[in-house]
């Protein structure tokens, strides 16, 4: 059972446009929410997170906007840059227990110069 | 500040032999975690410990996975017999803390082939 969906394996995006990933998720006890980026043969890097409390966070080009109602949330990408390309996976965390991060399976996003 | 390191970054090894990998965490780094991440999917938590304890192997295949990280600094997991679906890229992290707010920094991972 998959508790957090990223349902597009690949999004393709001009330089200097905007790149949405989305996420969606099922468990409502997740109460914290992350974005990793993975390049090839590396491993994922702390991206940005939000917490339930907010519906917004913004961290210079990159923005996660998060609407508990629908429980989804979306990683925006101002301007997106060539060196952006690489695989983003969203994660959350149920606050209670072990703060367990629970994976999608990640977007890959290529950014065309 | 160093990273996460691990070693070796690739293994292959045939079905039924055993296996090791090592991780030492960024320095100070109390809570480490063990992920595999098979081809296509996000990475899953297979142990989690904090200090030399563990505080969650609910999804460590227990009867040929094990773990420890004796001194509370860097861990060993290790896989014993290996089958053909252990192939993945395993995956090892730490954080400061024990908590959402502490973001977990990752290795770059051993890649695993099962023969």
């Known amino acids: 059972d998959q508790q957090v969906k990223q349902n597009s394996p690949s999004l393709s995006v001009q330089e200097g446009r905007i790149s949405i990933l989305n996420c969606d998720y099922t468990?409502?006890?997740?109460?914290?929410f992350l974005w990793y980026k993975k390049y090839p043969a590396e491993g994922p890097t702390f991206l940005i997170s939000?917490?339930?409390?907010?519906d917004k966070n913004e961290d210079g080009r990159f923005t996660v906007f998060l609407n508990k109602s629908a429980k989804h949330l979306s990683l925006h990408i101002v301007p997106s840059q060539p060196g952006d390309s690489a695989v983003y996976f969203c994660?959350?965390?149920?606050?209670?227990?072990?703060?367990?991060?629970?994976f999608g399976k990640g977007t890959k996003l290529s950014v065309i110069p | 500040e160093a990273g996460v390191a691990q070693s070796p970054r690739y293994k292959i090894v045939e079905k039924r032999q055993s296996v090791a990998f090592w991780c030492n965490p960024i320095?100070?780094?109390?809570?480490l975690y063990w992920y595999q991440q098979i081809l296509g999917q996000g990475p899953k938590l297979l142990i989690q410990?904090?200090?030399?304890?563990?505080?969650?192997d609910s999804q460590l295949p227990k009867d040929r996975f094990s773990a420890e990280r004796l001194k509370g600094v860097d861990s060993t997991l290790k896989i014993q017999p290996a089958k053909l679906e252990d192939s993945a890229v395993y995956l090892c992290?730490?954080?400061?803390?024990?908590?959402?707010?502490?973001?977990?920094?990752f290795g770059d991972g051993t890649r695993l082939s099962i023969l």
């Open positions: 939000i917490s339930s409390i907010k």
């Open positions: 994660a959350a965390i149920a606050g209670a227990g072990s703060y367990q991060l629970t």
């Open positions: 320095s100070g780094h109390a809570t």
């Open positions: 468990n409502s006890m997740f109460d914290y």
């Open positions: 992290a730490s954080s400061s803390s024990w908590g959402g707010n502490q973001p977990q920094h």
């Open positions: 410990f904090q200090n030399n304890g563990v505080v969650d």
